[in-house]
């Protein structure tokens, strides 16, 4: 069969749909798996808490869960899964429903393809159940709003709110702050900076406040408070004591594989950048996007972790861009040209490589590899 045949009958709304739904269960089924095994990232984190030394970064989850177990008597980890799963399950529905009636292309689905984006979360199981999502959740909302032109400056207030407590959850909301400003200059079509402070003011000053008075994750008992809570992680945020920029330094030659995959990113969206209007302005304000986020990659080590937001981040703000449609099954059917052959390269090879959060920043072991290749190297194994 020709390949124009072949494509005329591929329908890209229904394979982001399937897209979708995989990654969704993928994303809570090893969150759920990784919770009963008390592992020390995807269910610690979430533990880090007030009762051991008083106030710190991260630390309002662990004693809000402490609070509920209190209260209820429920197992830790089925209280931290329960909220993991409202949270990852309310971005993938809402996401769902900011694509549902656009008009979608392969180049949009090439984003979904990226090693760093929809298809990072099956790369790398590490990804799951992070706090992450729930900056996820917020901007999906936010950008769901703004399409549907039900963004109030009420709504705006709610928004500043939920920003200010997430950064008491995570740090991290501080440095894609920028995403949200992005998405109001997309809608409205100009700059309104003085709209804009109240959202960098939501996460800088609980960021100040973490700076001032912070203390350490562990002051030394919240691991025996965990354990007294039935929590036994052996590995993980409460054992970690290295400096991660000697950390890095020490690993150069696997962090400069970074580099590879950012410029392959790089051309990735540059070539996605050339098909939309007014692309100088948004590219600038992406790149902008990005070096607010350089303190991250400076002070910390999950290289890979920070451009994986960010492409997470992009996706949902590029739907804002994308053609209304009265049907949920609308797409652009496929043209067999110079634009398709070129994103056909960037999705085949989008496919072959993998980002890992921390360490190797390149190799070829992505999706590809981990469905066709890493199962027959296990059965030769045993």
Not at 207 to 212: A, N, P, R
Not at 229 to 258: A, Q, S
Not at 262 to 288: E, T
Not at 364 to 379: D, K, S
Request: positive net charge.
């Amino acid at each position: 069969m020709k390949l124009d045949k072949v494509v005329q009958y591929f329908n890209i709304k229904v394979f982001i749909y399937f897209l979708i739904a995989v990654t969704a269960v993928y994303t809570l089924i090893f969150t759920y798996y990784y919770n009963l095994k008390d592992d020390g990232y995807i269910l610690a984190d979430w533990l880090i808490n007030y009762q051991d030394g008083g106030f710190k970064r991260r630390g309002l989850s662990g004693s809000f869960f402490f609070l509920l177990q209190d209260i209820t008597h429920i197992r830790l980890n089925y209280l931290v899964y329960f909220f993991q799963f409202i949270i990852i399950s309310g971005f993938f529905w809402l996401y769902t429903k900011l694509i549902c009636y656009k008009v979608t292309d392969l180049l949009y689905l090439s984003l979904l393809l990226s090693s760093i984006g929809f298809v990072g979360l099956l790369n790398t199981v590490t990804y799951v159940g992070k706090k992450e999502f729930i900056v996820f959740l917020l901007f999906t909302w936010f950008v769901y709003l703004l399409d549907h032109d039900k963004l109030s400056k009420n709504k705006e207030y709610i928004f500043c709110i939920a920003l200010f407590v997430t950064t008491f959850l995570h740090e991290v909301v501080l440095f894609y702050v920028p995403y949200f400003a992005i998405a109001l200059y997309l809608k409205e079509g100009k700059f309104e900076f003085k709209r804009y402070i109240k959202y960098f003011l939501s996460v800088g000053i609980p960021t100040l406040l973490i700076l001032k008075f912070g203390k350490n994750i562990n002051e030394g008992m919240s691991l025996q408070i965990l354990c007294n809570r039935g929590v036994h992680p052996t590995y993980g945020i409460f054992y970690w004591n290295i400096n991660e920029r000697d950390y890095i330094k020490g690993h150069i030659n696997e962090y400069l594989l970074y580099f590879i995959s950012l410029a392959f990113s790089i051309f990735h969206l540059g070539y996605y950048l050339k098909y939309l209007n007014n692309r100088k302005v948004l590219s600038i304000l992406l790149i902008g996007a990005f070096l607010f986020s350089f303190p991250l990659f400076y002070l910390a080590i999950d290289w890979g972790r920070w451009m994986y937001i960010h492409m997470m981040l992009i996706i949902v703000l590029f739907a804002l861009l994308l053609k209304k449609s009265k049907s949920a099954y609308a797409f652009e059917p496929i043209v067999i040209n110079r634009k398709f052959y070129i994103t056909l390269f960037i999705i085949i090879f989008s496919l072959i490589y993998r980002v890992e959060m921390s360490g190797k920043g390149f190799t070829f072991e992505g999706i590809l590899y981990r469905v066709f290749v890493a199962p027959l190297e296990l059965l030769n194994k045993m």
